[in-house]
């Protein structure tokens, strides 16, 4: 389909461009192979970088809702963007104002069917939380429950559709005519954006989210997640418990000498090992902004609009590379991604398998401090990159989740090392994955296979007895077809013979052309000149049978392929 630009889009074609032309001199593109779209500077230290990371963040925040979400996903894609523009768009937040009470109250009246009054018995009418989507409000229900509610903003899901349109229409312009576009496939990344935001779109489905993460977690005693009210829930309203603490950046130092951080950094990564090459299914935007400690000293996350998940053919894998690359085995590490990635037409093996061992190197000889498993994961993938190898985006998003994890393990004790809580679960989570393997669904369908196995096994075997001895066993070996292969060869002798029989009537008529005989041709000797027109006769025959031959091969093999 032909990438068009919609006159509608105008402002927000403006606004991209302005965005462009301020960072598209800047070392954003230096790891994104954009030389083609805009030149590149030289020696940005690290400290410039992080400050253009927070400034690109800031701009996204001030372009609106849509932009705030694609800067959160773009934070995930560590083969686009450098290491400190990820870090930024990791922490984006959004600052926007706050829906008015009118329009809180007309959405939960739409969409309940009743006023507040009458839903609520208390209901706070200034938010405890702002964020683009939406906006959250304490409330209690007509028992005395306390609960949150979480409104979605009017009007912001025909804006949020209205501006994909528009980015789509850029995605398949950059994908059909640039090189970049082709390479890094814009349109797939816009592809997830977009499914990734729908979702976020629809309450519903983050309920959902929250009773399967919060099954996944009950046998992790000081973790949590709030449970949703179905009944006070719809697709732009959502209700759910109330959970009283303070965010984790804002403990004070006596609040941190009260619990066992230690104790609960190391439940919390353990827990999200499990959740993600496990169940599958994982909290994929854990910053610190969405985990609260309770009054009780225990962790609850909060806002599960966004989730990943991992089919189970790539937790394998992932661990496996968790596990390589925690213990320092770069060469299985490189091993592992080459096997589940994307080999591009300029992959070179050498320089990534090289990439990978100085990475895991340098990481192995980190300090605690700088130690982070989430960064490793991200310079995987970036390095993949700049390899020629296209790596799952689940790959990019543990990557960025274990950042975020990262980040709350330290500040729940600074002491954390990632590296060492992955080896100590590591044995753990081989033993919970075999026993998945053993669970009453496949432990059954493997019972029925081997009924069936035991069932047939003699009859099979009786029969293959049976031929063998009236020796009529016979194997059929699907190799070059004799048949096939002879008729060519004798279309190949009979179109040389038929070649050289015309030469010889040219050659014989050029020689009787030398012969004055009273029998003659427009001119010419007879005789000469009917060799001649049996020559040309005979190679025009030769060139239709030849061009319908082939014709005929064509759409034999065709209608075999198809």
């Known amino acids: 389909m032909a990438a068009t ?33 805009a030149s590149k500077e030289t020696g940005h230290e690290q400290s410039e970088q992080a400050a253009k990371g927070r400034e690109l963040a800031h701009d996204l925040e001030a372009m609106g809702p849509i932009f705030v979400k694609l800067g959160q996903v773009l934070s995930s894609r560590s083969d686009l963007l450098p ?31 009743v006023r507040i009054s009458k839903a609520f018995l208390d209901f706070d009418p200034k938010p405890i939380g702002v964020a683009s989507l939406g906006q959250v409000h304490k409330a209690a229900l007509r028992d005395g429950r306390p609960v949150v509610v979480k409104v979605q903003r009017p009007g912001i899901r025909k804006q949020i559709v209205d501006d994909m349109d528009a980015l789509e229409q850029l995605t398949r312009l950059a994908d059909t005519h640039t090189d970049v576009g082709r390479r890094q496939r814009f349109t797939e990344v816009f592809e997830e954006f977009r499914k990734t935001l729908l979702h976020e779109l629809d309450y519903r489905r983050e309920a959902s989210n929250m009773r399967q993460v919060g099954e996944s977690l009950r046998d992790y005693p000081h973790l949590m997640v709030p449970s949703p009210i ?32 230690a104790a609960l950094a190391d439940e919390l990564f353990k827990a999200y090992l499990q959740n993600i090459l496990i169940d599958g299914l994982f909290h994929a935007d854990p910053h610190a902004g969405n985990v609260l400690i309770t009054d009780d000293h225990e962790i609850a996350l909060i806002d599960l609009g966004m989730v990943g998940h991992v089919s189970g053919g790539l937790q394998e894998n992932l661990l496996k590379i968790l596990l390589a690359t925690s213990e320092g085995r770069s060469d299985e590490a490189a091993d592992v991604a080459i096997k589940i990635g994307e080999r591009l037409d300029d992959f070179d093996e050498g320089a990534f398998r090289r990439m990978v061992s100085d990475l895991v190197a340098d990481r192995q000889h980190a300090s605690i401090e700088s130690l ?18 296209r790596l799952p985006t689940e790959l ?45 669904g496949n432990v059954m369908s493997a019972a029925l296979e081997a009924k069936e196995l035991a069932q047939e096994l003699p009859g099979r075997v009786n029969r293959i007895l049976d031929t063998i001895a009236r020796n009529e066993l016979r194997i059929r070996v699907d190799a070059i077809d004799e048949t096939t292969l002879i008729e060519g060869f004798q279309k190949v002798a009979n179109r040389i013979t038929m070649g050289l029989v015309l030469a010889a009537l040219i050659i014989g008529a050029a020689m009787l052309m030398r012969v004055d005989t009273t029998f003659r041709m427009f001119g010419y000797p007879g005789f000469a000149m009917i060799c001649f027109l049996a020559a040309a006769g005979g190679g025009f025959w030769l060139l239709v049978s030849i061009a319908l031959s082939d014709r005929a091969a064509k759409t034999g093999s065709g209608r075999q392929d198809g």
């Open 5 to 37: 630009l919609s006159l509608q889009h105008l402002k927000l074609y403006r606004d991209i461009a302005r965005l462009f032309l301020k960072y598209g001199r800047s070392d954003i593109l230096q790891d994104s192979d954009l030389n083609e779209l």
């Open 83 to 113: 290491a400190p523009y990820l870090e930024s768009l990791t922490r984006l937040q959004d600052q926007l104002e706050p829906i008015p009470l009118q329009d809180v109250e007309r959405t939960i009246q739409d969409e309940l069917g």
């Open 230 to 261: 179905d009944d006070y829930t719809t697709s732009r309203v959502l209700t759910m418990d109330y959970v009283r603490g303070v965010k984790i950046t804002d403990m004070s130092p006596l609040a941190r000498l009260e619990m066992d951080g």
């Open 372 to 389: 982070a498993i989430g960064r490793v994961m991200l310079d995987l993938g970036r390095v993949s990159g700049e390899a020629g190898l």
């Open 396 to 440: 990019t998003m543990l990557g960025k989740t274990l950042l975020n994890l990262d980040e709350v393990g330290r500040i729940l004790a600074p002491d954390t090392n990632p590296n060492e809580t992955i080896r100590r679960h590591a044995a753990e989570l081989v033993t919970r994955r075999l026993l998945k393997g053993l669970s009453p």
